[in-house]
Structure formats: structure tokens, C-alpha cells
């Protein structure tokens, strides 16, 4: 019998995965140079055989989704609670999509938009004049207001204060490395930066909890995902236990607000290094009000698409084979995830000549396959909230882009930086915003 192929990869890992860790762009360019596409790498939370070619992306995400667990549950249990559909597998997973999704299709997108343009609106109004500011907090206060009122609800300014202090407070409380590392999730007497952030995560519960309460016991006409997920009902015709209610409310947090805010960071970023390109956005967008006509046109969709191309906010994702599996020939090894490296496929210049250059006109010139650019990832853990962030960002744009000219402070090229999960400029970009006149 001839042995089967070895994938290929580095012999020492841990180099290399602090080099990933430092920059996933960069690593995975390097990496297709010296090993070629797919390869294997050890990771602190175990072996990955990785992929950035179409076509491997492709069987990856049209495998049958039972054939696959979640990756790294363990170390992300703790922030988004068990139940939570970022975690869950098989028949649960389907059934939780199966009640989230309704909040997220695209004809929903009407009644979130008022409120969309809404926040953009009140933090470009609180924006020094001549004086230099942080885009990607500011982004951040849009992005927390946008799912403080669209998921829980709450548009009463006093308690939306409320909710976002607590929001961020949790938020960055938490630091990369406990999720990379999950041994730093421990408490050391009560002290320490784990022990600080159970605090604050158990205050956050308690609010949610009186908020689950509150719409269950009085009653409720909103029109938010919170009151969606309190009246759906699976196929049985059960509802969703408040636990399980509550793991969902944390994930919407933890996956909409910093992406989001991170993806509108990169898009100014590039429309302020290009003022020719952001006159023609403006140019686009004329005096329209309606956020239906603005989310449908063609080069701030180009200027969108792009961003998320140039800049992923999200690396790669994982999953976990449950049975042997080959990829291009290769076996995977036992107890290894396969992973699809959206930062790598976004760079391949075969399909994306030029990868480097943030060029939107490709997304006017020709349209690319699902498995070729997957910003939201792919197959049946496809991002639930792709469309409501596109939205977002759209209205966010036009608000920003209309309301005057961004400056960045340097308008260098700027390095990568993991946070957390998320993939974000280094630093927080440095801006002065004068109004139009
Ligand atoms: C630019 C913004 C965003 C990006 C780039 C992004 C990207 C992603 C990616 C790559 C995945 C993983 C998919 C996979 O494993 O194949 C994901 C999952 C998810 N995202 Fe997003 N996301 C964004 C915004 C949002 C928003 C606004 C929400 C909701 C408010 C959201 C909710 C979720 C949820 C619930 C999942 C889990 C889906 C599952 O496991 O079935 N995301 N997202």
C-alpha cells in the first residue's frame, strides 16, 4: 500500500502561530509561499489543516453541516454562555438559526434603518471641530447604539447611557489572550483581569435578566430581535428558555457591535486616504434619504464589498471533522480542524490581481463566488447578521460621508491587530473631521 501524502507545514509551530497571531495577513501569504496551499499548523487549541483555495473552501462549506463540530467551543463558553448558536452543533444549532433568522432577513432591514442613520447622525454631532479624535471608539458608539436599540429595544437615552457603559465595560474587559489561551481563564482569589471580567459579565446578566423579565411579565409591542426571539417557536411549537434567550442576546452583542464597528473603521479609513473616490461616493448618494434606495447603490455597495475583501475582520473559521476526511488528497489528521482562511482567499491574486491595492471597481467589473470572498464566513454557520451589517454600514457611510471630510492624522499604511476574535487596525486611527459647508 502507498503511504498517504503528509500535508505540509512548519516543524516548530509556536513561532509561527505567535507570527499568525501578530498578523494573519501577512502569515498566510508567507505561509502559501512556503508550503503551499492547504497546510497543517499546531495551535494552542490543537492541529489546523488550513485553506484559502476556492474549491477546498467550497467542499468545505457544501460538506454536510452534521459531519462537523464547532472549533474552540471551550474557550468562547464562558463569554457568550453554552447555548449560544456560535457554539452549538447538529439539529440545535439548525433549529436556534431557524429562530434568529427571521430578525435578520433582508425585508427586516426597513425597520432597523431609521435607527441606523440615527446614531450615525448623534455621533457625528458630538465630533470636535479641528480637533483630532479615535474613529474606531467612535465607530464602536455607533455600532453598541445600533444593537442596544435594534436587539434590546432601548432607545430612552438614560437607560441606553446605561446600557452601553455596561456593554463596554465587559467588553474590554476582556483581552485577547483569553481566548487564545484559555488557561488565563482563572480566578486568582477573586483578582485579576478573569475575575474582573465575571464581575462586570454578571452585572450585564442581571440587566438582561430584568429585561427578559420585564417583556415576558408586561407584555410587549416593540419592534425588536428581542421581542422576535421571545415569541418564536420551533416546528414543536416551543419557545426559546430565557437562558437560552440570554446566550443568544450576549452572541449578538459580542458578534455585531466591534465587527461591525471595525469594517465602518477600515472603509473611512480608505475613503479619507482617497478623496477622489469619496467625492464620487458623495456624488452617489446625491439627497437621498431613503435608506432602502442608499443600502442599493452600486459603488458605496463596491466601496463595502471591498473594505471587508482588503480588510477581513474575521481571519478564518474553524470546524472540527467528526469522521476521517481528506482535503485535495490529503488525509486530515484525527481530532484536527479544518480551516477555511478568509484572509487568505481575500489575497489570492488569481483572484483578486493586485490584492494589496483597495480597488472597489472589482466589485462593479465582476462578482465573485461565495467560497472566493466570504467576509461572513460560509455553509450552514454563514453569518446570520451579513445583511445587517452591510446595512449598517452603508447608512453609517452615507451619514458620515455627506455630514464633512475626514483627515487621518497619518494616512500610512496601517498594521493589523487581533482583538479577540476580530481583526482590526493597530491602533485606533487618528482622525479631524471639518463639516461640510
Ligand atoms: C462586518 C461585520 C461582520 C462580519 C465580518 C461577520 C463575520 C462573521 C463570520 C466570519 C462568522 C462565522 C461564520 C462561520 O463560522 O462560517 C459569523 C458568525 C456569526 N455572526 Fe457575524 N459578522 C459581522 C456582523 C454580525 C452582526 C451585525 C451580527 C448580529 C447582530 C452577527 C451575528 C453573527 C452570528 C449570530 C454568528 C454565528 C452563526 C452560526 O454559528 O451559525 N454578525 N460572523
Known amino acids: 500500500m502507498r503511504n498517504a501524502p503528509v500535508l505540509p507545514g512548519p516543524w516548530l509551530a509556536l513561532p509561527h502561530t505567535m507570527r499568525y497571531l501578530r498578523d494573519p495577513i501577512a502569515f498566510y501569504a508567507d505561509a502559501r509561499r512556503r508550503w503551499g496551499d492547504p497546510f497543517t499548523l499546531g495551535s494552542f487549541n490543537g492541529r489546523l489543516v488550513i485553506t484559502g483555495r476556492a474549491e477546498l473552501i467550497r467542499e468545505i462549506f457544501a460538506a454536510d453541516p452534521a459531519s462537523f463540530d464547532t472549533w474552540g467551543a471551550d474557550a468562547l463558553a464562558p463569554f457568550v454562555g453554552p447555548a449560544s448558536v456560535l457554539l ?61 436599540e435594534t ?126 473616490l469619496c467625492a464620487r461616493v458623495c456624488a452617489e448618494l446625491g439627497d437621498e434619504a431613503a435608506p432602502e434606495i442608499i443600502a442599493r447603490l452600486p459603488l458605496l455597495d463596491a466601496v463595502c464589498q471591498e473594505t471587508l475583501r482588503r480588510h477581513p475582520v474575521v481571519a478564518d473559521v474553524a470546524r472540527t471533522p467528526r ?35 483597495f480597488r472597489p ?5 465582476r462578482s465573485f463566488a461565495p467560497y472566493e470572498f466570504l467576509p461572513f464566513g460560509g455553509g450552514a454557520r454563514r453569518c446570520i447578521g451579513a445583511a445587517f451589517a452591510l446595512y449598517e454600514m452603508k447608512l453609517a ?30 491602533g485606533e486611527l487618528p482622525v479631524r473631521f471639518s463639516a461640510a459647508s
Not at 480551516?339 to 494589496?356: K, Q, R
Open 323 to 357: 469522521q476521517p476526511m481528506t482535503l485535495a488528497g490529503y488525509p486530515v489528521p484525527a481530532g484536527a480542524a479544518v480551516m477555511p482562511a478568509i484572509a487568505a482567499a481575500h489575497f489570492d491574486p488569481t483572484v483578486f490581481p493586485d490584492p494589496d491595492r
Open 151 to 276: 436587539v434590546f429595544g432601548i432607545r430612552d437615552a438614560t437607560r441606553r447611557n446605561d446600557w452601553s457603559r455596561a456593554i463596554a465595560a465587559t467588553m474590554d474587559a476582556v483581552h485577547p489572550a483569553m481566548l487564545f489561551f484559555p488557561a488565563l481563564q482563572r480566578e486568582f482569589g477573586g483578582i485579576g483581569p478573569w475575575a474582573r471580567f465575571r464581575r462586570l459579565l454578571a452585572q450585564l446578566d442581571a440587566m438582561i435578566a430584568a429585561e427578559i423579565t420585564a417583556r415576558r411579565t408586561h407584555g410587549d409591542d416593540g419592534d425588536d430581535i428581542l421581542r422576535l426571539l421571545l415569541a418564536a417557536t420551533d416546528d414543536d411549537g416551543v419557545a426559546m428558555p430565557d437562558d437560552e434567550v440570554r446566550d443568544q442576546l450576549v452572541t449578538l452583542l459580542i458578534a455585531g457591535h466591534e465587527t461591525t464597528a471595525l469594517a465602518l473603521s477600515w472603509a473611512l479609513y480608505e475613503l479619507a486616504r482617497d478623496p477622489a
Open 361 to 365: 471597481e472589482r466589485f462593479l467589473e
Open 88 to 148: 452549538t452543533s447538529g439539529s440545535r444549532h439548525r433549529r436556534q438559526r431557524k429562530l434568529l433568522m427571521p430578525s435578520f432577513h433582508g425585508a427586516r432591514m426597513r425597520t432597523y434603518g431609521a435607527a441606523m442613520m440615527a446614531a450615525a447622525r448623534r455621533e457625528v454631532a458630538g465630533w470636535p471641530r479641528q480637533q483630532s479624535f479615535r474613529l474606531l471608539p467612535a465607530m464602536q458608539r455607533i455600532s453598541l447604539t445600533v444593537i442596544i
Open 397 to 426: 457611510l452615507a451619514v458620515i460621508v455627506r455630514a464633512g471630510t475626514l483627515t487621518l492624522r497619518d494616512s500610512g499604511p496601517v498594521a493589523v491587530q487581533h482583538r479577540g476574535l476580530t481583526l482590526g487596525p493597530r
